[in-house]
């Protein structure tokens, strides 16, 4: 459900918090004073083009934000926020926010994180039902109407079970398309994948080769400096007549003398030895690595051709070595496939064609069963639409399913969606004698709202939208009408939330929250405010809907109140 809503700059709104509770809030208003910013404010969120000349004169940019309590929807929505990268909801709580600019700087974010509109408006269809003029309907959309056939019927089972089998017919059918290619193209295909197979396997990689390699290749380049410096290292050390080793010898003798003379310079002897002892180490140790050093032109040639032919592979099949040996893994496998395709096409085709066969068997199973469904759903949202003024309409139900082509169903591919076979069509006319046309191509928004106020009222507890709107959901209705709408969005308001932008008292009255739009000035601008009403409030609102002033009024809109299902303060 929504919980607030916060709109700033936009139209005549300055800064306004609003706080909704559940059930079913009604919004009333003088004409011209902005009923629609609650609606406005929501399509935004829902990912409506943003037109710059909605904020507000004199301000830089616009801002909406709202936060939804998403315990009870299901955990696919979770799910979709987790494919698109956003950030899950703490604590059940979404938040969405949307703003632009007057130059044109369009932001919008889901729990905080930046997102497309195109992502923000897939989360709003999870949301917010909007049900009006050239608004936000899917129960318009053919896919939509078969589901909510399915919902009715509690078919999510059997309709996952045609989705998993229509999954894995995909999935051989990608793996066939990799072979079935024509004769040259799979010549050529052969050819390369052989070379690259070849190519890596007689290059025996080996992933800690690369470091290895680059050390030897330093030192084998610089083995004759190498050399120079070890050999110029021995002569410092031992060798000179000046040698360091010589020296030392030199001034152990000094230190003898000294120590004979002052005991007390005893220390220094021992600090003589330790010194002679690691020069000793240091002229043996360097004469080890003199000893593998060695200028050898032909190793260092080969070592630079293994390099070379190393970063040639990474140039060609990956920036490191084990990224090489992996495209080799899947050279090798897709060569095997292909030398292998003759006998794996055959097992393809068998899978297919079983498959083929269960998804029209399944398919059947399911058209038959929401075949059954119809006459039921029919006659209950014929039921709900004659209460809502319309008491000899007709509301119909097309259902179309393709038929396998004659004997060959095993082998030919159904015309499928994840849904199934079917296509639906909801169909309606609310006069006499006119043939019923698809839902979509109604006309009039009230008829549209209240058709759309039936089928929701039918389906309110199998309904995974948690938020409804209902917009002119009362054009050109009246007297007992009025009070049937209202108490049709109370009833839809035990298991939704329910907007309903309203001008019809009985209406109003079912609410069991009442918010109010006003204009006001202040200092030469005028301010667009919306605040709850209290109980008296009501009474003076419904009493101005009603048309009247005197104490007759105000008696029939308190009983209004009293009367209407779902009132509250």
């Not at 408006?121 to 318009?140: C, I, R």
């Not at 002052?262 to 003199?290: F, I, K, V």
């Not at 191509?441 to 389906?459: D, F, N, P, Q, W």
């Amino acid at each position: 459900m929504l919980t607030t809503l916060r709109i700033r700059n936009l139209a005549l709104v300055a800064d306004l918090t609003l706080e909704f509770p559940a059930g079913l809030v009604v919004v009333t208003g003088e004409t011209g004073a902005g009923k629609s910013i609650v609606l406005g404010a929501l399509n935004l969120l829902l990912g409506q083009r943003a037109d710059r000349n909605l904020i507000r004169a004199g301000s830089d940019a616009c801002t909406v934000e709202a936060g939804f309590n998403v315990r009870d929807l299901p955990g696919a929505f979770h799910e979709t926020l987790a494919e698109s990268g956003l950030e899950p909801c703490e604590d059940h709580q979404l938040l969405l926010k949307r703003s632009f600019t007057m130059a044109g700087t369009n932001r919008q974010f889901v729990n905080g994180t930046p997102t497309t509109l195109a992502v923000l408006a897939e989360v709003g269809d999870w949301l917010v039902d909007v049900h009006g003029p050239h608004d936000h309907q899917s129960l318009l959309q053919p896919a939509r109407q078969l589901a909510i056939l399915d919902a009715y019927g509690k078919l999510a089972g059997p309709v996952e079970e045609f989705a998993r089998l229509l999954r894995e017919r995909s999935g051989i059918e990608a793996a066939k398309a990799e072979l079935d290619v024509d004769g040259r193209t799979l010549a050529q295909r052969l050819d390369l994948l052989r070379f690259q197979v070849g190519e890596i396997t007689a290059a025996r990689l080996d992933p800690e080769e690369a470091r290895t390699l680059e050390s030897e290749h330093q030192r084998a380049h610089n083995a004759a400096r190498l050399l120079e410096l070890g050999q110029a290292l021995q002569h410092l050390l031992a060798e000179a007549e000046t040698s360091v080793l010589t020296q030392l010898g030199e001034i152990g003798r000094l230190l003898q003398e000294l120590r004979r003379l002052d005991p007390d310079s005893a220390g220094l002897n021992a600090l003589h030895e330790q010194a002679t002892g690691l020069l000793h180490e240091l002229q043996t140790e360097s004469t080890g690595y003199l000893e593998g050093i060695e200028v050898d032109p032909t190793h260092l040639e080969a070592i630079e051709q293994r390099l070379d032919l190393i970063q040639g592979l990474k140039r060609k099949y990956g920036v490191s070595i084990e990224a090489i040996i992996d495209f080799g893994t899947e050279a090798a496998r897709q060569l095997a496939q292909i030398e292998g395709r003759e006998g794996e096409l055959a097992r393809l085709d068998a899978e297919l064609a079983r498959l083929n066969q269960a998804l029209w068997s399944a398919g059947a199973r399911l058209g038959t069963r929401r075949r059954r469904l119809i006459p039921a759903l029919e006659k209950a949202i014929a039921r709900e639409l004659s209460q809502l003024g319309f008491p000899k309409s007709r509301f119909e139900i097309a259902l179309d399913s393709p038929q396998p082509p004659g004997n060959h169903a095993d082998q030919s591919a159904p015309p499928a969606s994840p849904a199934g076979l079917d296509s639906v069509e909801f169909q309606f006319t609310p006069n006499p004698g006119e043939p019923p046309r698809p839902l979509r191509t109604i006309a009039s928004s009230g008829e549209m709202a209240r058709v759309m106020l039936a089928i929701k009222t039918v389906l309110a507890a199998e309904d995974q939208v948690p938020v409804l709107v209902f917009d002119e959901v009362d054009a050109n209705v009246g007297g007992q009408t009025a009070h049937a709408v209202g108490a049709k969005m109370a009833e839809i308001a035990h298991h939704r939330q329910v907007f309903c932008i309203t001008h019809l008292a009985p209406v109003a009255a079912a609410a069991g929250a009442h918010f109010c739009v006003a204009k006001s000035v202040r200092q030469g601008r005028t301010y667009t405010e919306v605040r709850r009403l209290l109980p008296d409030e009501r009474v003076d609102e419904l009493t101005r809907m009603l048309g009247g002033q005197g104490e007759a009024a105000r008696k029939h809109a308190r009983a209004l109140l009293e009367s209407a299902p779902g009132a509250g303060p």
